[in-house]
Antibody, heavy 123, light 106 residues
Framework: EVQLVESGGGLVQPGGSLRLSCAAS????????IHWVRQVPGRGLEWVSG????????HFQASVQGRFSISRDNGKNSLYLQMHGLRPEDTALYYC????????????????WGQGTMVTVSS | SYDLTQAPSVSVSPGQTATITCSGN??????ASWYQQQSGQSPVLVIY???KRPSGIPERFSGSNSGNTATLTISGTQAMDEADYYC?????????FGGGTKLTVL
């Protein structure tokens, strides 16, 4: 069974840092790009960041560029999102999402989603 | 930034055809994907690369994309299809989602 399990969410003060993790199983992890997508409860989806199969290519949404970094450890089948300078508008449920392809192209879709980990930025 | 526009809500009677649209500048030159999100659940990919169905997705789900509009069509809509539907496309190396359409099966 394909599974993506996120962890690391929690309550953090504005300006603080947090590291999210995603443990993958049930598929060949290093064959696929992986992404983070977030959703404010009751609102729409917002892509945050994605990383290619080998970790050499990373992409970010403009609002998190320079504050967030993404990495992966293919030996551990794990994905990470390091978040710095957190803002209240970063408050959301963060999903770990598997890509249909190994690198980011205009064809890509997101074919497996975890259950998400909640990040709350508040004083 | 790349804007994808969806109607907030669509209603359909059981057994009828539901049509959900997504508009974006020259969207037909890109590829559209569609996601179904049922209440309290994580999204599920139902269409990718405009018109491809992942394994396990019923044949009643189909997609098209031309000009400025991508369309998700659900034929013979069932009560279980009631959900939020999001379109998604890439602009360069950034992914964008539409605001979502709530499909109500009356």
């Amino acid at each position: 069974e394909v599974q993506l399990v996120e962890s690391g969410g929690g309550l953090v003060q504005p300006g603080g840092s947090l590291r999210l993790s995603c443990a993958a199983s049930g598929f060949t992890f290093d064959d696929y790009a992986i992404h983070w997508v977030r959703q404010v409860p009751g609102r729409g989806l917002e892509w945050v960041s994605g990383i290619s199969w080998n970790g050499r290519s990373a992409h970010f949404q403009a609002s998190v560029q320079g504050r967030f970094s993404i990495s992966r450890d293919n030996g551990k089948n794990s994905l990470y999102l390091q978040m710095h300078g957190l803002r209240p508008e970063d408050t959301a449920l963060y999903y770990c999402v598997k890509d249909t392809r190994s690198t980011v192209t205009i064809r890509n879709g997101f074919d497996m989603w975890g259950q998400g980990t909640m990040v709350t930025v508040s004083s | 930034s790349y804007d994808l526009t969806q109607a907030p809500s669509v209603s359909v009677s059981p057994g009828q055809t539901a049509t959900i649209t997504c508009s974006g500048n020259k969207l037909g030159d890109k590829y559209a994907s569609w996601y179904q999100q049922q209440s309290g659940q994580s999204p599920v990919l139902v269409i990718y690369e405009d018109n491809k169905r992942p394994s396990g997705i019923p044949e009643r789900f189909s997609g098209s994309n031309s000009g400025n509009t991508a369309t998700l069509t659900i034929s013979g809509t069932q009560a279980m299809d009631e959900a939020d539907y999001y379109c998604q496309a890439w602009d360069g190396d950034t992914a964008f989602f539409g605001g979502g359409t709530k499909l109500t099966v009356l």
